[in-house]
């Protein structure tokens, strides 16, 4: 089996990476360990913003690049076809709140400042845009028109879908196991479940299983521990459908008070997560620990919409514990891996909002040997002592 491209992991990542590679006519195939989008990528808020993101200009500007990304393959394909709701963001505050206005609206001036699509809007306009909210009267926001959320499973395996029409492979229950390289190093081949596959270029798109992958792939311990990512963990609770209504109609976040994020699911229901609930559970706890924070997010949800069943469905509800691939910095890290040609990784948060973008840079830079001006503050050059 010989490929121009293998990228492993078949997340959001890896998939929309074999993507523009297959576009840019590489011969790709992606080998992915269980099945497609098993990973965070299923177990993910999906916002696609930049709006959380503006205290490096640089960081920012990559993830509006990302909404761009999303935006063509929506003029090309279609919303529906990549599971996209392009409904926009809300961040609710109080003007009576002087502490958490004040940092909601310094977001707005900066956001306008790089010029992302944002505006405030007054309480008459809010209840307009949601209107099953419980509202009080002093009640304004920050609306990001351009940003979406997203079916990521489904985005996933579209994705996959289009790698196999334009001629590539995609590979599930596969795993990469070890690399096969010459002497100087440049790689040559990828051992698998499925036997060898010959190629010089190699991705890694593993997601939190970065650091252990880069590992067994060398035979390099070091990665495992010296990769500059943390994982951390994070619950959604997803309730069952809300039918006839849709309590809510895009991505809402909720300044002062009890933290809440909240997002109408695809499946007709509410995903629902917080901040600080995400540090009261792990990947193994167990249903019943899970079912106890949960109940405390049904209850904060119940509070703002009063249509909405709260605690009483947490036994209809479903429940995801995700595991965040955070760099050090918080920022992506995408590049060849120093010291090892042919090698090249993306490792990153916000891997929903980034996968068109840093998926089409990484192309370029396999294609052409030359990595993009954008990529450049991203690549793993930027550690110390990796190579
Ligand atoms: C609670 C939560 C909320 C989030 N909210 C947002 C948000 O609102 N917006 C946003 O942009 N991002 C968000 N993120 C982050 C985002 O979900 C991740 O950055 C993204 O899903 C990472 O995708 P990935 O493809 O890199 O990893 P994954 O989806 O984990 O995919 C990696 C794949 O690699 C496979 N793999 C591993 N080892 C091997 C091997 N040896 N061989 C073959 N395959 C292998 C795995 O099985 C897996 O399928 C959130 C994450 C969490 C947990």
Same mark, same amino acid.
């Given at each position: 089996m010989n490929f121009d491209a293998v990228v492993i992991g078949g997340g959001i990542v890896g998939c929309t990476a074999a993507f523009y590679l297959a576009r840019r006519g590489q011969k790709v195939a992606v080998v992915e360990? %269980?099945?497609? !989008?098993?990973?965070?990528s299923s177990k993910s808020f999906a916002w696609i913003n930049?709006? +959380?993101?503006?205290?490096d200009e640089d960081y920012h500007r990559l993830n509006a690049l990302g909404l761009t990304g999303y935006a063509e393959l929506a003029a090309e394909f279609g919303e529906k076809a990549l599971g996209l709701n392009p409904a926009g963001s809300l961040q609710i505050v109080r003007r009576g709140d002087d502490t958490n206005i004040k940092t909601v609206r310094d977001k707005l001036d900066q956001l306008q400042a790089y010029g992302y699509p944002s505006g405030w809007v007054d309480n008459h306009a809010l209840r307009a845009l949601e209107p099953h909210l419980s509202l009080p009267d002093d009640a304004e926001g920050l609306f990001a028109m351009g940003d979406m959320n997203l079916d990521a499973p489904k985005f996933v395996h579209f994705m996959a879908e289009q790698v196999r029409t334009l001629g590539g492979t995609v590979m599930e229950g596969c795993a990469a196991r070890s690399l096969e390289a010459r002497d100087d190093g440049q790689v040559t081949g990828l051992l698998t479940d499925a036997g060898t596959m010959n190629t010089e270029t190699i991705l890694v !798109?593993?997601?939190?299983?970065t650091p252990e992958v880069l590992s067994a792939l060398t035979g390099y311990d070091g990665f495992a521990a010296r990769f500059p990512m943390r994982k951390v963990p994070g619950l959604l609770v997803r309730s069952p459908d809300t039918s006839p209504h849709q309590l809510v109609r895009r991505v809402v976040y909720f300044a002062g008070g009890p933290e809440l994020h909240i997002l109408p699911d695809f499946n007709g229901g509410l995903k629902i997560g917080a901040d600080d609930t995400?540090?009261?559970?792990?990947? %193994? +706890?167990s249903l019943d620990d899970v079912k106890r924070v949960a109940a405390i997010l049904l209850a904060r949800a119940q509070e703002r919409l009063p249509g909405f069943a709260g605690p009483e469905c947490v036994d209809d509800c479903t429940f995801t514990i995700g595991v965040r691939p955070y760099p050090a910095d918080g920022h992506s890290l995408a590049g060849p891996l120093p010291g090892a040609p042919g090698l090249f990784v993306i490792a990153t948060h916000s891997g929903i909002t980034l996968s068109p973008e840093l998926g089409r840079l990484m192309a370029d830079l396999i294609a052409t040997g030359r990595t993009p001006d954008t990529l450049q503050p991203f690549t793993l050059s930027r550690i110390e002592g990796l190579g």
């Amino acid at each position: 089996m010989n490929f121009d491209a293998v990228v492993i992991g078949g997340g959001i990542v890896g998939c929309t990476a074999a993507f523009y590679l297959a576009r840019r006519g590489q011969k790709v195939a992606v080998v992915e360990q %269980d099945k497609l !989008a098993c990973g965070t990528s299923s177990k993910s808020f999906a916002w696609i913003n930049g709006t +959380s993101k503006t205290a490096d200009e640089d960081y920012h500007r990559l993830n509006a690049l990302g909404l761009t990304g999303y935006a063509e393959l929506a003029a090309e394909f279609g919303e529906k076809a990549l599971g996209l709701n392009p409904a926009g963001s809300l961040q609710i505050v109080r003007r009576g709140d002087d502490t958490n206005i004040k940092t909601v609206r310094d977001k707005l001036d900066q956001l306008q400042a790089y010029g992302y699509p944002s505006g405030w809007v007054d309480n008459h306009a809010l209840r307009a845009l949601e209107p099953h909210l419980s509202l009080p009267d002093d009640a304004e926001g920050l609306f990001a028109m351009g940003d979406m959320n997203l079916d990521a499973p489904k985005f996933v395996h579209f994705m996959a879908e289009q790698v196999r029409t334009l001629g590539g492979t995609v590979m599930e229950g596969c795993a990469a196991r070890s690399l096969e390289a010459r002497d100087d190093g440049q790689v040559t081949g990828l051992l698998t479940d499925a036997g060898t596959m010959n190629t010089e270029t190699i991705l890694v !798109a593993a997601g939190p299983g970065t650091p252990e992958v880069l590992s067994a792939l060398t035979g390099y311990d070091g990665f495992a521990a010296r990769f500059p990512m943390r994982k951390v963990p994070g619950l959604l609770v997803r309730s069952p459908d809300t039918s006839p209504h849709q309590l809510v109609r895009r991505v809402v976040y909720f300044a002062g008070g009890p933290e809440l994020h909240i997002l109408p699911d695809f499946n007709g229901g509410l995903k629902i997560g917080a901040d600080d609930t995400d540090g009261m559970v792990e990947p %193994d +706890s167990s249903l019943d620990d899970v079912k106890r924070v949960a109940a405390i997010l049904l209850a904060r949800a119940q509070e703002r919409l009063p249509g909405f069943a709260g605690p009483e469905c947490v036994d209809d509800c479903t429940f995801t514990i995700g595991v965040r691939p955070y760099p050090a910095d918080g920022h992506s890290l995408a590049g060849p891996l120093p010291g090892a040609p042919g090698l090249f990784v993306i490792a990153t948060h916000s891997g929903i909002t980034l996968s068109p973008e840093l998926g089409r840079l990484m192309a370029d830079l396999i294609a052409t040997g030359r990595t993009p001006d954008t990529l450049q503050p991203f690549t793993l050059s930027r550690i110390e002592g990796l190579g």
